[in-house]
């Protein structure tokens, strides 16, 4: 599975008023964890890749946790990789079975999240603590031969938000706050 994903820096208000005109269908309103993971046996930033567990607590329903892998960048167009995820039953749990085999934790990061169904993608305003206001447009196809077209459809749905693909930061969160330029 192949995690196709494009992100702006962005004002919420005028992006939600511009979903709100389009149709599009509010999905639901999190709050997020995420603890990412350094490995004993290769340095994840050299290699681009990152394992974190994710805490979600959605405003209607019950928390969960995630464990998740995200492959290196697939392509330079987008923030497209590889992700491999499954629901965990405990979150502190996993973390303690990580941190027993020599998996430190790295960093946390924290956000609220509102999403958005809109042309067969997610819209995803993201407040992010200690960066600000970020919108990502993303979907998940097969295999790799599907990533161009997913990416061009998403660049047309940041268009159609007043939103401009070029502005595009492949850097993730993770990234932005530890000052990296790509994580």
Do not use: W
């Amino acid at each position: 599975m192949y995690e196709v994903e494009v992100k702006v820096r962005a004002d919420h208000a005028t992006v939600r008023e511009r979903l709100a005109e389009r149709g599009a269908e509010k999905v639901n309103a999190v709050e997020q964890e995420d603890t990412y993971y350094d490995a004993p046996h290769r340095e994840f930033v050299e290699t681009d890749e990152a394992l974190r567990i994710r805490r979600e607590s959605p405003a209607d329903a019950d928390s969960f946790a995630e464990l998740t892998y995200k492959g290196p960048l697939v392509e330079t167009e987008s923030k497209t990789r590889r992700e491999v995820e499954t629901e965990v039953a405990e979150g502190e749990a996993a973390g303690d079975i990580l941190s027993a085999l020599g998996f430190d934790p790295a960093a946390t990061v924290r956000k609220e999240r509102e999403r958005f169904a809109f042309d067969g993608y997610t819209v995803t305003l993201d407040t992010v603590e200690g960066l600000g206001e970020f919108v990502e447009v993303e979907t998940e196809v097969e295999d790799e031969a599907s990533v161009e077209a997913a990416r061009e459809a998403a660049f047309e749905v940041l268009s159609d938000l007043g939103l401009d693909p070029d502005d595009q930061i492949r850097t993730s969160y993770l990234g932005l706050l530890l000052g990296d330029e790509e994580v």
